[in-house]
Structure formats: C-alpha cells, structure tokens
C-alpha cells in the first residue's frame, strides 16, 4: 500500500485526488453522526423483527408484535362505531320527516348523511351534489317527485324505475317520434311551444301549432300549463333547469326518444339510519321543501 500524501496545513492525509490545486482530505466523519447512523442501523434491524417488513412470496414477514394495519383499522372502526352505536340506534327509529330540524339528533344526521353520499351517491349527483346532464341537481329548488324529507326518503328507499320493485316512482313519456305519434315536423312544432312556454323563444307560428298538439299529447302529465306533474315525475318546463338540456337539438331528442332516468332502490342496500341521515342531508342542501 502506498503513503499517502500528508496535507502540511493540517496533518490529514489527502484521498489522492486533486483538481486546480484543491486536493480533498481523508477526515474521519464526526463521532455523533457515526453513533447516530449505527443507532439506525439498529433501529432498522429491530422494526424489522417486530413489525411486518420482509416481503415474501405471498405476503411480509408477520412481525414479532403481531400488529397488522389491517387490525388497526378494524379495531379504530369498531371503536368508532361503538362510540356512535347509540346515535345511530335512535336515528334508525327516527321518523325523520317529523324530527326537529333544531334537534342535536337532525345535526348528527346531516353530518352522517354528508359522509354516506359521498360514498354512496357522489358517482353519479357530483360531490357537491350539483348534478350533469341527466342527473338532478339536489342544490334547487325543482323536484321531479317532491322535496319534502317524507318524499326523499320515500325516493331512496323505493329508487326511480325499479323493476321488481311495486312501490318505486314510476313513469314513463312516450317517444312521439320513434314510436310515429309525431311527425318531424309536429316535434318541432311541439318544441317551439316548449321553448317559447320557458322564454327562450318568442311565440311564432310554430309555437302556435305546438300549442294544440301539446294540449293534445303532453298536458295529460306535464299539465295544462306546463308546469309539471310530481305524480308523474313530469318536469316543469316553464323554468330554466333542464335535466338533459333544454336547446333545440336536446329538447327534439327527448321528444323523439324520450327519457328513462333510473336510480337505484336503497331500501335493500342501506340500513335504516342510513337512509334517514342521506335524507336529511339532501333536505339541507338548500333546495328541501
């Protein structure tokens, strides 16, 4: 092995290296960054004999302790869900549609029912529940089936166009045009009246014409003055919310091929304090009757 060079300044042998004349000396690494990397090294050994760390094959090392992330989760739920166990006993005997809005127990169901729609209802209503093209907005004002916590609930429970389901919301509007009730030119017609009825067209001709063909065809459901029918589900077409667009183009298609929203029954899904919590959380959004 050769000497190495010797730095005069310092008496601390060089690496052997140098670049424009700054050559790089062999100091040994401080005492407390030594004792602090052995102790990691030791730390490192440890965590893994106690806790899950090796992986194999199939899964990691089990660990000495026997803890798990899984068990800690199943634990802290069940904890949790001792510790709401009695809150959501009484809001699952709660007839929610008469329950104090006041009440700590209808607080305790809007908080529930935020964190359930999120889960349960945000696919398709958004996460802030404003709805898209042929999903409701729950924000508004305008209910198909009604707003009231009786009748949300009685939504959820029994969904829209359920088959096998005798008690779900059922309509359905013809296809004037698929099924030749209407000629192309009676849609447009009947068009022209629905979008001069909701002020985004001033009344012509066509709108004329419509006006009987309407009163012959769809005031039976959407109502003389078009406002809509709750026991229908027939919307309101008068206003300016539209669930699958309210222009031209979109309004000729429902006409054509009509519409058939579905949602999902929850009654079978969702236990009762569920159902009542997603209730009063829809009501509070701002749109409840």
Request: a negative charge.
């Amino acid at each position: 092995m050769t000497d190495r060079k010797i730095d005069e300044a310092t008496g601390v042998p060089t690496m052997g290296h140098e670049w424009d004349g700054i050559e790089e000396l062999d100091n040994p690494m401080p005492r407390w960054w030594l004792w602090t990397f052995y102790a990691t090294i030791v730390f490192a050994v440890g965590y893994c004999i106690a806790y899950p760390a090796i992986p194999l094959l199939e899964r990691a090392t089990a660990g000495t302790l026997g803890w798990s992330s899984h068990r800690q989760l199943a634990e802290e739920m069940a904890k949790g869900q001792a510790a709401h166990a009695s809150t959501l006993a009484a809001l699952a005997k709660v007839d929610i549609a008469t329950l104090d809005p006041k009440s700590p127990l209808m607080q305790a169901a809007v908080e529930g029912g935020r964190a359930a729609f999120k889960i349960n209802c945000a696919a398709c209503h958004g996460a802030g529940a404003a709805g898209t093209r042929g999903y409701p907005n729950l924000n508004d004002d305008d209910w198909l089936w009604g707003g009231s916590r009786a009748e949300i609930h009685e939504t959820l429970m029994h969904g829209i166009r359920q088959p096998g389901n005798d008690a779900t919301r059922m309509s359905q509007m013809p296809a004037f045009g698929r099924d030749g009730i209407l000629k192309p030119e009676e849609i447009q017609a009947v068009v022209s009246f629905v979008r001069a009825a909701s002020h985004q067209e001033t009344v012509g001709g066509s709108a004329r014409r419509g006006a009987a063909l309407y009163a012959a065809n769809c005031a039976m459901c959407h109502g003389t003055d078009a406002k809509g029918g709750r026991a229908f589900g027939a919307p309101n077409l008068t206003d300016a919310i539209w669930l699958y667009g309210g222009d031209r183009e979109a309004l000729t298609a429902t006409v054509t091929n009509a519409r058939y929203g579905v949602m999902p029954a929850w009654n079978k899904t969702l236990d009762a304090a569920t159902l009542n919590m997603l209730t009063a959380y829809v009501h509070s959004l701002g749109g409840g009757e």
